[in-house]
Protein backbone atom coordinates (compact mmCIF):
# COMPACT_ATOMS: atom_id res chain seq x y z
CA UNK A 1 0.00 0.00 0.00
CA UNK A 2 2.82 2.57 0.99
CA UNK A 3 4.16 1.56 -2.49
CA UNK A 4 1.06 2.50 -4.37
CA UNK A 5 0.16 5.53 -2.69
CA UNK A 6 3.38 7.37 -2.98
CA UNK A 7 3.64 6.74 -6.87
CA UNK A 8 0.09 8.07 -6.71
CA UNK A 9 0.98 10.78 -4.74
CA UNK A 10 4.29 11.29 -6.65
CA UNK A 11 2.48 11.96 -9.76
CA UNK A 12 0.21 14.44 -8.67
CA UNK A 13 2.95 17.02 -6.67
CA UNK A 14 4.85 17.26 -9.46
CA UNK A 15 4.61 20.54 -11.03
CA UNK A 16 3.51 20.13 -14.17
CA UNK A 17 1.09 17.36 -13.54
CA UNK A 18 -0.61 19.18 -10.54
CA UNK A 19 -0.27 22.50 -13.06
CA UNK A 20 -2.20 20.20 -15.41
CA UNK A 21 -4.95 19.35 -13.00
CA UNK A 22 -5.17 22.90 -11.90
CA UNK A 23 -6.07 23.70 -15.75
CA UNK A 24 -8.48 20.97 -16.01
CA UNK A 25 -10.16 22.33 -12.54
CA UNK A 26 -10.01 26.18 -14.47
CA UNK A 27 -11.61 24.50 -17.49
CA UNK A 28 -14.25 23.37 -15.85
CA UNK A 29 -14.56 26.19 -14.01
CA UNK A 30 -15.29 28.01 -16.89
CA UNK A 31 -18.00 25.99 -18.23
CA UNK A 32 -19.93 25.87 -15.14
CA UNK A 33 -19.58 29.67 -15.02
CA UNK A 34 -17.25 29.77 -11.79
CA UNK A 35 -15.26 32.75 -13.22
CA UNK A 36 -13.44 33.44 -9.66
CA UNK A 37 -12.78 29.73 -8.96
CA UNK A 38 -11.03 29.42 -13.00
CA UNK A 39 -8.95 32.70 -12.77
CA UNK A 40 -7.61 31.31 -9.46
CA UNK A 41 -6.98 27.97 -10.72
CA UNK A 42 -5.42 29.31 -13.65
CA UNK A 43 -3.54 31.73 -12.04
CA UNK A 44 -2.08 28.81 -9.63
CA UNK A 45 -0.91 26.85 -11.96
CA UNK A 46 0.87 29.35 -13.99
CA UNK A 47 2.82 30.04 -10.73
CA UNK A 48 3.81 26.81 -10.17
CA UNK A 49 5.01 26.63 -13.67
CA UNK A 50 6.41 29.92 -14.15
CA UNK A 51 8.52 29.20 -10.69
CA UNK A 52 9.92 25.52 -11.69
CA UNK A 53 11.00 26.20 -15.08
CA UNK A 54 12.21 30.10 -14.68
CA UNK A 55 14.21 29.99 -11.94
CA UNK A 56 16.65 28.99 -9.76
CA UNK A 57 13.77 26.81 -7.15
CA UNK A 58 14.85 23.45 -8.00
CA UNK A 59 18.63 24.17 -8.12
CA UNK A 60 18.55 25.57 -4.46
CA UNK A 61 16.29 22.85 -3.15
CA UNK A 62 18.62 20.63 -4.49
CA UNK A 63 21.98 21.54 -2.96
CA UNK A 64 21.37 20.99 0.73
CA UNK A 65 20.60 17.48 -0.31
CA UNK A 66 23.68 16.95 -2.42
CA UNK A 67 26.12 18.84 -0.10
CA UNK A 68 24.56 16.45 2.92
CA UNK A 69 27.12 13.69 2.38
CA UNK A 70 30.20 15.04 0.55
CA UNK A 71 32.41 12.55 -1.18
CA UNK A 72 34.96 10.65 1.07
CA UNK A 73 38.24 10.01 -0.09
CA UNK A 74 39.44 6.42 -1.77
CA UNK A 75 39.16 4.08 0.96
CA UNK A 76 42.36 1.29 1.10
CA UNK A 77 40.28 -1.56 0.69
CA UNK A 78 36.45 -2.16 -0.29
CA UNK A 79 34.80 -5.65 0.19
CA UNK A 80 31.94 -4.46 -2.11
CA UNK A 81 30.25 -1.85 -3.65
CA UNK A 82 26.33 -1.82 -3.62
CA UNK A 83 24.78 0.88 -6.76
CA UNK A 84 21.17 1.80 -6.46
CA UNK A 85 18.90 1.45 -9.46
CA UNK A 86 16.87 4.26 -11.68
CA UNK A 87 20.00 4.87 -14.51
CA UNK A 88 18.16 2.92 -17.47
CA UNK A 89 15.34 3.42 -19.79
CA UNK A 90 13.29 0.31 -18.46
CA UNK A 91 10.81 0.56 -21.30
CA UNK A 92 12.80 1.23 -24.14
CA UNK A 93 16.05 -1.83 -22.45
CA UNK A 94 12.45 -4.00 -22.58
CA UNK A 95 11.84 -3.46 -26.00
CA UNK A 96 15.25 -3.19 -27.57
CA UNK A 97 18.21 -5.05 -25.04
CA UNK A 98 20.61 -2.47 -25.37
CA UNK A 99 21.18 -0.71 -21.80
CA UNK A 100 20.07 2.88 -22.15
CA UNK A 101 20.88 5.46 -19.38
CA UNK A 102 18.86 8.04 -18.30
CA UNK A 103 19.95 11.10 -16.24
CA UNK A 104 20.85 8.80 -13.39
CA UNK A 105 23.14 6.92 -15.98
CA UNK A 106 26.21 7.86 -13.60
CA UNK A 107 25.60 5.46 -10.85
CA UNK A 108 26.52 2.68 -13.17
CA UNK A 109 29.39 4.49 -14.75
CA UNK A 110 30.82 5.24 -11.78
CA UNK A 111 30.24 1.56 -10.15
CA UNK A 112 32.17 0.30 -13.50
CA UNK A 113 35.21 2.75 -12.25
CA UNK A 114 35.02 1.72 -9.33
CA UNK A 115 34.87 -1.84 -9.97
CA UNK A 116 37.95 -0.96 -11.54
CA UNK A 117 40.01 0.32 -8.70
CA UNK A 118 38.43 -2.31 -6.39
CA UNK A 119 38.82 -5.88 -8.26
CA UNK A 120 38.26 -7.81 -5.69
CA UNK A 121 35.35 -6.12 -4.24
CA UNK A 122 31.71 -7.35 -5.46
CA UNK A 123 29.17 -5.48 -7.42
CA UNK A 124 25.34 -5.64 -5.66
CA UNK A 125 22.93 -4.08 -8.23
CA UNK A 126 19.65 -3.07 -6.71
CA UNK A 127 16.85 -2.41 -8.41
CA UNK A 128 13.25 -3.93 -9.49
CA UNK A 129 10.71 -2.25 -11.91
CA UNK A 130 9.58 1.24 -9.49
CA UNK A 131 7.10 1.85 -12.18
CA UNK A 132 3.54 1.20 -11.05
CA UNK A 133 1.83 1.04 -14.47
CA UNK A 134 4.45 1.01 -17.03
CA UNK A 135 6.30 -2.25 -18.66
CA UNK A 136 10.13 -2.07 -17.77
CA UNK A 137 13.48 -3.91 -17.79
CA UNK A 138 14.25 -4.47 -14.42
CA UNK A 139 17.79 -2.37 -13.58
CA UNK A 140 19.31 -5.28 -12.40
CA UNK A 141 19.34 -7.18 -15.76
CA UNK A 142 19.95 -4.29 -17.62
CA UNK A 143 22.99 -3.25 -15.42
CA UNK A 144 24.27 -6.87 -15.58
CA UNK A 145 24.25 -6.36 -19.50
CA UNK A 146 25.92 -3.14 -19.06
CA UNK A 147 28.87 -3.83 -16.59
CA UNK A 148 29.65 -7.31 -18.24
CA UNK A 149 29.96 -5.26 -21.35
CA UNK A 150 32.37 -2.90 -19.99
CA UNK A 151 34.60 -5.61 -18.28
CA UNK A 152 32.93 -6.77 -15.00
CA UNK A 153 33.52 -10.40 -14.34
CA UNK A 154 29.88 -12.16 -13.90
CA UNK A 155 30.92 -13.46 -10.80
CA UNK A 156 31.56 -10.79 -9.10
CA UNK A 157 27.86 -9.44 -9.75
CA UNK A 158 25.22 -9.88 -6.86
CA UNK A 159 21.87 -9.01 -8.61
CA UNK A 160 19.09 -8.14 -6.44
CA UNK A 161 15.88 -7.78 -9.28
CA UNK A 162 12.72 -7.31 -6.45
CA UNK A 163 13.05 -3.99 -5.02
CA UNK A 164 10.23 -1.19 -6.21
CA UNK A 165 11.49 1.63 -4.02
CA UNK A 166 14.61 2.91 -1.98
CA UNK A 167 13.53 1.08 1.29
CA UNK A 168 13.42 -2.19 -0.26
CA UNK A 169 16.47 -2.00 -1.93
CA UNK A 170 17.85 -1.54 1.85
CA UNK A 171 15.81 -4.72 3.03
CA UNK A 172 16.29 -6.93 0.00
CA UNK A 173 20.06 -5.94 -0.36
CA UNK A 174 20.71 -6.79 3.24
CA UNK A 175 18.80 -10.02 3.45
CA UNK A 176 21.26 -11.16 0.16
CA UNK A 177 24.33 -10.20 1.11
CA UNK A 178 24.78 -10.19 4.80
CA UNK A 179 27.96 -7.98 5.58
CA UNK A 180 30.22 -8.72 7.92
CA UNK A 181 31.34 -6.07 11.07
CA UNK A 182 34.27 -4.27 9.86
CA UNK A 183 33.87 -4.43 6.27
CA UNK A 184 33.71 -1.62 3.89
CA UNK A 185 31.02 -1.15 1.44
CA UNK A 186 30.38 1.70 -0.77
CA UNK A 187 26.91 3.04 -1.66
CA UNK A 188 26.16 4.29 -4.80
CA UNK A 189 23.42 6.75 -5.64
CA UNK A 190 22.29 10.08 -6.86
CA UNK A 191 23.93 12.35 -4.25
CA UNK A 192 20.20 14.07 -4.47
CA UNK A 193 19.18 10.70 -3.17
CA UNK A 194 21.73 9.92 -0.68
CA UNK A 195 20.62 11.08 2.77
CA UNK A 196 16.90 9.21 2.47
CA UNK A 197 19.35 5.93 1.10
CA UNK A 198 22.20 6.33 3.53
CA UNK A 199 19.18 6.96 6.64
CA UNK A 200 17.56 3.37 4.90
CA UNK A 201 20.63 1.50 4.77
CA UNK A 202 21.70 2.15 8.45
CA UNK A 203 17.80 2.04 9.53
CA UNK A 204 18.37 -2.24 8.37
CA UNK A 205 21.36 -2.52 10.01
CA UNK A 206 23.54 -2.37 6.38
CA UNK A 207 26.66 -0.01 7.36
CA UNK A 208 27.90 2.24 4.11
CA UNK A 209 29.88 4.54 2.93
CA UNK A 210 28.22 7.25 1.12
CA UNK A 211 29.91 7.36 -2.67
CA UNK A 212 27.59 10.31 -3.71
CA UNK A 213 26.93 10.57 -7.83
CA UNK A 214 24.93 12.41 -10.32
CA UNK A 215 25.53 15.86 -9.35
CA UNK A 216 22.51 18.41 -10.87
CA UNK A 217 23.69 21.65 -9.29
CA UNK A 218 26.73 23.33 -8.86
CA UNK A 219 26.14 24.63 -5.22
CA UNK A 220 26.16 28.11 -6.28
CA UNK A 221 22.98 28.62 -7.95
CA UNK A 222 21.68 31.70 -5.44
CA UNK A 223 18.46 32.94 -6.45
CA UNK A 224 18.01 33.84 -10.10
CA UNK A 225 16.28 33.94 -12.76
CA UNK A 226 16.35 32.12 -16.15
CA UNK A 227 19.28 30.32 -15.42
CA UNK A 228 18.91 26.93 -16.97
CA UNK A 229 16.61 26.18 -19.63
CA UNK A 230 12.97 25.43 -18.66
CA UNK A 231 13.09 21.90 -19.25
CA UNK A 232 15.78 20.92 -16.45
CA UNK A 233 14.79 23.11 -13.85
CA UNK A 234 11.38 21.81 -13.77
CA UNK A 235 12.87 18.53 -13.61
CA UNK A 236 15.47 20.06 -11.00
CA UNK A 237 12.43 21.32 -8.65
CA UNK A 238 10.40 18.00 -9.61
CA UNK A 239 13.11 16.00 -8.34
CA UNK A 240 13.63 18.11 -5.19
CA UNK A 241 9.84 18.05 -4.07
CA UNK A 242 9.87 14.61 -4.24
CA UNK A 243 12.84 13.83 -2.48
CA UNK A 244 11.90 16.09 0.22
CA UNK A 245 8.53 14.73 0.43
CA UNK A 246 10.01 11.00 0.49
CA UNK A 247 12.23 12.03 3.28
CA UNK A 248 9.48 13.56 5.30
CA UNK A 249 7.18 10.48 4.77
CA UNK A 250 9.58 7.95 5.67
CA UNK A 251 10.22 9.28 8.54
CA UNK A 252 6.42 9.82 10.05
CA UNK A 253 6.23 6.02 8.30
CA UNK A 254 9.25 5.14 11.22
CA UNK A 255 11.52 3.95 8.56
CA UNK A 256 13.92 5.94 8.88
CA UNK A 257 15.21 8.02 12.19
CA UNK A 258 14.82 12.11 10.55
CA UNK A 259 13.26 14.49 8.45
CA UNK A 260 17.27 15.12 7.11
CA UNK A 261 19.42 12.40 7.86
CA UNK A 262 23.14 13.42 7.88
CA UNK A 263 26.47 12.25 9.00
CA UNK A 264 27.24 11.59 12.30
Given at each position: ??F???K??G???Q???????L????????M??????A??G?????????M??W?????????PLE????K???P?????????G??????I?L?R????L???G????????????YP?????????T??????????????Q???T????????????????????N????????????G??????T????????K?????????T??????????G??G??????????S?QK????I????????YW?????D?P??G??
Amino acid sequence: MFFILSKVFGFFIQPLNFSILLLSIALLAVMVRRRRLAVAGMGIAFFLLAMAAWTSLGALMLTPLEERYPKPPFPAEVAGIVVLGGGFEGAINLARGGYELNSSGDRFVETAILARRYPQARIVVSGGTGALLLEGEDDASTAQRLLTALGVAPERLVLEHRSRNTYENAVFTHDMVSPKPGETWLLVTSAFHMPRAKALFDKVGFATLPWPVDYRTTGREGISLFSDNAADSVQKTTLAIREWIGLVAYWLSGKIDTPFPGPN
